[in-house]
């Protein structure tokens, strides 16, 4: 059997472009005609005398029902604990074993479920809650709207190359736009500028200077572990500068006066510990907030 993988060229996101995990799942299929994956299980195991011992899927399957009908019996329904991830492993149910989430939550109404270590039935980006910030949170399109893009701890010409592919590369050619034409109808618009934060140049930095030219490219090459020194020398940058919408703040946060007296910091002394130069540190803080000319508010966002 041949199996292709042929991505939509309708799809506004991906435009027809496939992801490395889905475009070459063919790849990925055990074969002994092409010797692809041949490590792969082909029947399941169980834990037998110390060891894993191969056995049939149906006894398999026999002893998964069994152990789980010891459980409700037990403690009950609500006594049963599932521990998975959405995608690329255990599966959840909505990604990639669609499958196991009909079985957990249609067929057997698990309770008591934690996907990605997280005790709800949601993707995960870790840490984002804990800043207030919900998963999932930027439209694609938002990528070829913005004025500028800060992308810290991230690879997305590696680890989101359609994303990357389709939606900044156009921002930061100066094509994208009819989505900003939308706005200023026969204008024409200036391409989007990117900073990448990462102490090593990689091949996005390279890749993003191809396309919006290196006056369109900001690498701060940090000292390892100084990002908290940049980014309180741009948040005091910021609001010394007054690029801030105070009723925003004042509606949307609680102790941003305190906020700002704990974690000031000169350009000077974060220049110094992260290794770059003041200006550069000043440049960052311009391309982020700096109001654009007539006044509006520059929009940036953050990978």
Same mark, same amino acid.
């Given at each position: 059997m041949h199996l292709v993988i042929r991505p939509d060229k309708a799809c506004v996101? @991906?435009?027809?472009?496939?992801?490395?995990?889905?475009?070459?799942?063919? &790849?990925?299929?055990?074969?002994?005609?092409?010797?692809?994956?041949? !490590?792969? /299980?082909? @029947?399941? !195991?169980?834990?037998?005398?110390?060891?894993?011992?191969p056995t049939s899927r149906h006894a398999a399957?026999?002893?998964?029902?069994?152990?789980?009908?010891?459980?409700?019996?037990?403690?009950? &329904?609500?006594?049963?604990?599932?521990?998975?991830?959405?995608?690329?492993?255990?599966?959840?149910?909505?990604? @990639?074993?669609?499958?196991?989430?009909?079985?957990?939550?249609?067929?057997?109404? *698990?309770? @008591?479920?934690?996907?990605?270590?997280?005790?709800?039935?949601?993707?995960?980006?870790?840490?984002?809650?804990?800043?207030? *910030?919900?998963? /999932?949170?930027?439209?694609?399109?938002g990528a070829q709207l913005v004025d500028t893009i800060m992308v810290v701890g991230a690879n997305p010409l590696e680890t989101q190359t359609n994303y990357f592919l389709n939606h900044w590369v156009p921002n930061l050619r100066g094509t994208s736009l009819e989505l900003k034409r939308r706005e200023v109808p026969n204008k024409a618009h200036a391409p989007g500028r990117i900073i990448i934060v990462d102490p090593r140049r990689t091949t996005r930095v390279s890749a993003c200077e191809a396309e919006a030219g290196k006056e369109g490219v900001l690498h701060l090459a940090i000292n390892s572990g100084t990002d908290l020194a940049l980014f309180n020398a741009l948040f005091t940058e910021i609001v010394d500068k007054g690029w801030i919408d105070r009723a925003f703040i004042a509606a949307s946060t609680t102790g941003f006066d305190e906020a700002v007296r704990a974690n000031r910091m000169s350009i000077e002394d974060a220049a110094r510990i992260t290794a770059l130069k003041p200006e550069d540190i000043r440049k960052a803080a311009a391309w982020i907030a700096e109001p654009k000319q007539g006044g509006s508010r520059r929009r940036t966002m953050f990978a």
């Open positions: 996101v @991906n435009s027809g472009l496939g992801s490395v995990r889905g475009a070459r799942l063919g &790849e990925l299929s055990y074969s002994t005609t092409t010797g692809s994956q041949l !490590q792969r /299980l082909t @029947n399941p !195991q169980v834990w037998r005398g110390g060891t894993l011992q399957i026999s002893l998964v029902a069994e152990v789980t009908q010891r459980f409700v019996a037990l403690m009950g &329904e609500d006594g049963l604990i599932v521990s998975c991830c959405d995608h690329g492993g255990a599966g959840g149910g909505y990604e @990639n074993t669609w499958a196991t989430g009909k079985l957990y939550f249609q067929s057997m109404k *698990v309770r @008591n479920i934690r996907i990605h270590t997280r005790s709800a039935y949601n993707s995960a980006a870790h840490g984002s809650r804990d800043m207030g *910030v919900g998963e /999932l949170n930027n439209c694609d399109e």
